[in-house]
């Protein structure tokens, strides 16, 4: 029989849990997890077989599915189903819905949290509703490859670009909307004139230095969120985030051979917050490291 965690309930007069709370009872050993960046906050865990009373969550959990093969049951929305699970499964379970698991046998899950006010955020700009249906074992290789990718950034110890996690924030959200969402979203017309590509390229080159947010350049586009990462994207083949990084590495290019400033120096110069991470982004651009790379030339 599956042991039942005791420790998962609500607060007094709290009526809804947190992250940190769910992590809590499922792994007790787990460090306090950290809202901030790198974006999402995510926690790997391995459950034996036991049985969950999950109340009402702040949050609505993506479930990756690691490791093991074997039967669990779900009650999500006042319905119990047995599901065999598959390591590269998918779940989703939305904020404000309590849910009961009961696993059978052993397995590793990778859960993302994603806050209800981001997605609704992003809901709004796209004219949707904010309302994600539940689910589990659900065979969706596109979130799966970006959970996964996710998943491995948050094991590295250099620090995620604020552009990087906003974009991932961006593709994981919208990728919900459209898939598991109540409405379709209008993918209309991405457009973007070529005075506001001027104004945005001409932005970033200005604050290559500095650190960029979504909004930064859809402000400097003249143009909305949510419609400037497509137009973005259609006007040049390639994301904000890429851009801005090849932009980047580009500048470290022609302060490394014109000038003597040290590795460290060029990569604050061009908006890199550590040296350590300024040399894995150059290589994975150019295939060699910033020092190589200007005693080569």
């Known amino acids: 029989m599956p042991d039942t965690l005791p420790r998962l309930h609500a607060g007094r007069g709290v009526p809804l849990i947190t992250p940190a709370r769910l992590i809590a009872a499922l792994d007790g050993a787990a460090p306090k997890l950290k809202q901030a960046r790198p974006w999402p906050p995510v926690h790997r865990f391995l459950v034996g077989p036991t049985e969950i009373a999950t ?72 004219g949707v509703a904010d309302r ?54 209008d993918a209309g017309t991405a457009t973007m004139p070529p005075r506001r590509l001027r104004a945005v390229r001409a932005w970033v080159e200005e604050k290559l230095a500095e650190e960029m947010t979504l909004d930064d350049l859809a402000a400097a586009a ?15 083949g390639v994301s904000p985030w890429r851009y801005v990084t090849e932009r980047r590495i580009a500048r470290a290019r022609d302060l490394l051979l014109g000038s003597d400033m040290p590795v460290g ?27 190589a790379f200007r005693k080569r030339r």
């Open 55 to 126: 109340p009402a969550m702040t949050d609505h959990v993506i479930v990756l599915h690691l490791s093991g093969d074997d039967e669990i049951e779900t009650d999500i929305g006042g319905r119990m189903r047995g599901y065999r699970l598959t390591p590269g499964q998918v779940g989703i379970m939305p904020a404000m819905q309590p849910s009961t698991w009961r696993l059978n046998g052993q397995a590793g899950f990778l859960h993302l949290y994603l806050p209800q006010s981001t997605l609704a955020g992003y809901a709004q700009e796209a």
């Open 222 to 236: 003249g143009m909305s969120r949510f419609h400037f990462a497509r137009a973005f994207r259609a006007a040049t």
């Open 132 to 185: 994600l249906r539940p689910g589990f074992g659900l065979d969706d290789p596109f979130l799966a490859a970006l959970l996964a990718r996710i998943g491995n950034a948050s094991l590295h110890r250099v620090p995620l670009d604020r552009l990087l996690c906003e974009s991932i924030e961006r593709v994981t959200a919208l990728h919900l909307l459209s898939t598991y969402g109540e409405s379709r979203i």
């Open 265 to 291: 120096s060029v990569a604050a110069a061009v908006g890199f917050a550590t040296a350590s991470h300024f040399a894995q982004a150059f290589r994975a651009l150019t295939g060699e490291a910033p020092t």
